[in-house]
């Protein structure tokens, strides 16, 4: 075992794993965070707390994590390199593993002109790539990429983000190749509304042999209406939704869609189930965490091992 996390061990023991996420508020009021964590408890093996997500100002993810943690959920901290050079990322490395937080999930960081401070100076002083190679060396040899020795190596599952819709698609399996080879020990997919295009990604990833070096995390997202599905399309970059998903949810009259989308998106966990390779299942209910159980016990994934 490389952190002594949970999500470490469901995975290792060959559990489809789950995890899910809360976005932190846009105040200092904890007890949003701890209403979220309400909705997640029990429902899976680790819960992602974002990192000033869409480059908008929020609670930090370590705060959002030690308030989870507290109320019994193993937190996922997630860290973005847009706003911090190398000496804070591993300062807030060492300080997220000091406070027992043992799963890490390293991204870039959307660009700051998509949030409320256009004007921000980015930093970007190394990229996500090298933030894993970072984080692999502080764990695995005991020192600092200066070449001092830590008093205390940080113990992290380490992950990464991709997304198999982007163009050009086909750099998409090289790239998490690259990510695995810098470190990572999972990856967390976009959200998947093409299936057929996943399909295809996965198996260009087990030709790679990759399901077997790194966890697979299949992202899913459900859709609140048809007006999302046609929001999300238009503008999030490289996200894939094809037009009978969209048609599906906009036939349904207004007051059912929401139940239509969470219908939508356990027939999605109940086939991204049945893939070979995918090793667990990244929900994604944005600002929507009272139907997760709906969601996850509904495709058949409640309740969670427990793995000693």
Not at 135 to 163: H, Q, W, Y
Not at 209 to 222: M, Q
Request: aromatic content about 4%.
């Amino acid at each position: 075992m490389k952190s002594g996390s949970n999500l470490e061990k469901v995975l290792a023991a060959g559990h489809l794993s789950v995890t899910a996420e809360c976005g932190p508020p846009r105040g200092a009021n904890p007890d949003i965070v701890r209403k979220k964590a309400a909705f997640v408890k029990g429902h899976v093996d680790a819960c992602n707390v974002t990192d000033n997500q869409t480059a908008v100002v929020r609670m930090s993810s370590l705060a959002g994590c030690m308030l989870i943690k507290e109320e019994g959920i193993e937190p996922l901290i997630q860290m973005v390199v847009r706003d911090r050079n190398r000496i804070a990322l591993q300062s807030d490395l060492l300080g997220a593993a000091a406070m027992g937080v043992r799963n890490l999930l390293c991204l870039s960081g959307d660009h700051q002109k998509f949030g409320d401070d256009p004007q921000a100076k980015n930093v970007f002083d190394i990229d996500s790539m090298q933030l894993i190679h970072m984080t692999k060396m502080m764990r695995d040899e005991g020192v600092f990429p200066s070449g001092d020795k830590l008093d205390g190596a940080p113990k992290f599952f380490i992950g990464c983000a991709v997304n198999p819709f982007a163009d050009p698609f086909e750099i998409r399996v090289p790239r998490l190749k690259l990510k695995m080879e810098a470190g990572a020990d999972f990856v967390q997919t976009q959200c998947i509304y093409n299936m057929t295009k996943f399909k295809e990604y996965m198996e260009l990833a087990l030709k790679e042999g990759l399901p077997e070096k790194i966890k697979i995390l299949a992202g899913v997202t459900p859709l609140k209406s048809a007006g999302m599905a046609k929001f999300m399309r238009r503008m999030v970059a490289g996200m894939d939704i094809p037009d009978e998903v969209v048609k599906r949810i906009a036939d349904e009259p207004k007051e059912k869609q929401a139940a239509k989308g969470i219908e939508m998106a356990i027939e999605q966990i109940q086939e991204l189930k049945e893939i070979e390779g995918v090793s667990g299942i990244h929900v994604m209910a944005i600002e929507w965490e009272e139907k997760l159980e709906e969601i996850i016990g509904g495709a058949g994934l409640l309740p969670r091992p427990v793995v000693e």
